[in-house]
């Protein structure tokens, strides 16, 4: 059996006592973590989860900062996912509404892309609309 590569790419404003949590399960998991800092909001989605032929920026452009937490997950098969999942709840580890998946389509997307489009979609899916 191959070596897993999953991955998670973590984003928090601010440290938090469920930080420690999180990093309990994806450790007992195997899972690998990556943290991310305000400082990278700039970074391609693909860079920041080590896909080949996608290049970290050293001259990445700033973009807004992100108030709130996400999970970008990279390498999970279905039945992992729900472990995950699972785990995260068995754990208590507060819900981190905004989670995606390294695809194709978002690898391009910087990590402040991606926020915009996942907060959006959430926004849809539990028909809460923040008025801009």
Excluded at 78 to 91: M, S
Excluded at 102 to 122: G, S
């Amino acid at each position: 059996m191959a070596a897993r590569k999953e991955l998670v790419l973590y984003y928090t404003p601010e440290k938090s006592d469920a930080d420690r949590l999180l990093k309990g399960v994806l450790v007992r998991m195997g899972v690998r973590i990556r943290n991310l800092t305000p400082e990278q909001t700039g970074e391609k989605i693909g860079a920041l989860a080590g896909l080949a032929g996608c290049e970290e920026q050293t001259d990445a452009p700033e973009a807004p900062a992100i108030s709130e937490k996400m999970l970008i997950l990279h390498g999970f098969s279905q039945q992992r996912l729900q472990e995950l999942l699972t785990g995260l709840r068995k754990a208590k580890v507060p819900p981190i509404p905004l989670k995606a998946m390294v695809t194709e389509h978002n690898a391009d997307w910087t990590l402040y892309e991606l926020y915009q489009e996942i907060r959006k979609e959430h926004e849809m899916m539990t028909g809460q609309k923040e008025s801009k």
